[in-house]
């Protein structure tokens, strides 16, 4: 494989997932700029994922996802942690308004924060996550700083099922991302996230019918 190839572990895939049964109906949850949004978003929009996104949560007050989503059409619900007791507390809020959404996948898209038991037993393996690691290598934070640390000649991404344990999970799809010299966190980091876009919209069509 050439040094600059990315490649992608899975089983085969068609080009377009069949457009068959009724949409996925997806929540998403995120905490940053929500750029893994954009990309299910258009997935949906090209016909690659037959799903809608029901509703976009995040728990920034300035998140730029918000903005992006709203760019983007998607009903936006602004749950900030830090208003709750506990993490269980706003665990159930989340459950709560995805419910009302009509929710059925709940896809975590940048959520810097730890779910419990009360998110994940109210969609039992339905709630997928996306990490920037060749999981189980480099769970937790700052993935992209501890592959570069450990001098590993592949990076890359990873979606999972998630459990209550950090970054675990069955996997369901990753991309190999190959370390280049000059790497610093930054260009690592553009070049993984590429792939997410790629592989976060086929691994979810990929549990789907799994």
Request: hydrophobic residues 45%; contains cysteine; proline residues 8%.
């Amino acid at each position: 494989m050439p040094e600059t190839a990315t490649a992608i572990i899975a089983p085969p895939l068609p080009t377009v997932w069949p457009q068959f049964g009724q949409p996925l109906q997806l929540g998403v949850m995120a905490s940053g700029n929500g750029s893994n949004l954009e990309a299910i978003a258009q997935a949906i929009h090209r016909g690659d994922l037959h799903a809608e996104i029901r509703a976009v949560i995040y728990n920034n007050p300035g998140a730029k996802v918000a903005d992006r989503a709203r760019r983007l059409g998607l009903p936006t619900v602004l749950l900030n942690h830090r208003q709750y007791p506990s993490r269980e507390a706003l665990d159930k809020e989340i459950v709560e308004t995805l419910r009302r959404h009509g929710v059925e996948w709940v896809i975590m898209a940048g959520w810097m924060r730890c779910v419990t038991s009360v998110l994940i037993d109210a969609f039992p393996r339905q709630v997928l996550n996306i990490h920037p690691s060749l999981l189980p290598s480099f769970p937790g934070l700052r993935a992209v700083d501890q592959a570069l640390a450990a001098g590993v000649k592949l990076a890359g991404c990873t979606v999972h099922h998630v459990e209550l344990a950090v970054d675990s999970g069955p996997v369901i799809m990753q991309a190999a991302v190959p370390v280049e010299p000059d790497d610093s966190t930054e260009t690592l980091q553009a070049r993984i996230q590429q792939q997410e876009h790629v592989i976060y919209p086929a691994a979810i069509a990929l549990a789907a019918i799994a």
